[in-house]
């Protein structure tokens, strides 16, 4: 369990919550799921004396819940958001010994980047001066922000313009942005992939044969894409609770009301754009299975009629072979010492004749020449 206090222009960090809320800035409290089932009767202790309210019931299980999709809800002391991040497909940890990752891994089919589309929720709960966060263990994207929020605190990065978060709202929306940007990093990705599947599928000198990768992948691509629309309904949600909201101090006023919406609006955004791009590459992956299929059958039609074109050429040759196989006595040409040579000029000019008449025809070239 990690918790921070964050005040204009500075951020302590301590191991242990406090019981007084300070004068200034507000208090983010971060501890792993597991922690949080341990020591929720502590937290909740601490959330009592702070806030002076504790977290319902439901809510402490929408926190617990390890498969709960993202979604938002509130009351009228606090706000609850749970969204869904990218996991490497950890274990959860042991109930005995919270904080610590489990070695064993859960094991995906595909490739490598199929593998990445596996998520974890991360809960928050935000109050006026305090921010609850309950995420798997190991969650990086909690240790990345909060060793930015910690560097971002000193002289330099002041300097620099780097800003502090001011308040518990403004730290989730930061949290939430950078579990977005995961998911920009992972279309990427899968751009790559696809592309590569679509330039075998299309490739008339290989055979493709990673169908069960491809299947992988399109149930993949839906399963990320019901994953962002519920997130993006959840911060939609957010967003219209924002509305009703009171320009109060603890949130920065009128201007940091503003910046709450700026920045959930922007949230909104990438959201979208990861589901526009995800519904893109469905479709372009059904769009090459669909032209794959349409280009095998275009080269089995072009074998077809080659061969038929062959068929009638070898058929008057056979016509005419034929003739002079049969078991007459008197057969013109037959005796004759020119005979055979006769035979074999006409079936020559014949074979010749209709081969050149099929190919002004096209039937013995490609279509795709």
Known sequence: MRVFHVQPGAVSETGTLPMVLPPRGFIWVACGRREFELEHG????????????????????????????????????????????????????????????????????????????????????????????????????????????????????????????????????????????????????????????QSELLSPRQRFTNWGSLLDARISLHQLDEICEDQRSAVQDWIEALEDWDPIEPIGGQ????????????????????????????????????MHFSAQSNRTNDIMRTLTALTAVFLPLNLIAGIFGMNFEFIPFLHDRTGFWWAMGSMVFVAVGLSAYFWRKRYLRSSGR
């Open 42 to 197: 502590h937290v909740q202790a601490t959330l009592q004396v702070m806030c002076g309210t504790t977290l319902v019931d439901l809510h402490v299980n929408d926190l617990l819940n390890n498969q709960l999709p993202s979604h938002y809800d509130y009351t009228s002391r606090y706000d609850i958001l749970v969204f869904r991040r990218l996991a490497a497909g950890q274990a959860e940890t042991d109930i005995s010994e919270p904080g610590t990752i489990l070695t064993e891994h859960v094991k995906r089919s595909g490739p490598p980047v199929l593998r990445r589309i596996d998520t974890s929720p991360v809960g928050f709960a935000v109050f006026d001066r305090v921010l609850l966060t309950v995420h798997p263990a190991g969650c990086g994207v909690l240790d990345h922000y909060s060793n930015r929020l910690l560097a971002s605190a000193t002289s330099a990065s002041r300097t620099a313009g780097v800003s502090l978060p001011v308040s518990p709202a403004d730290t989730m929306l930061r949290i939430v942005n950078l579990m977005v940007d995961g998911y920009l990093d992972l279309r990427r990705e899968l751009t790559r992939q696809l592309d590569h599947w």
């Open 255 to 290: 201007r940091g009301l503003e910046l709450l919406k700026v920045r959930s609006r922007d949230v909104l955004e990438h959201i979208e754009r990861v589901v526009h791009h995800v519904r893109r590459l469905e479709q372009n992956a059904e769009t090459a299975v669909q």
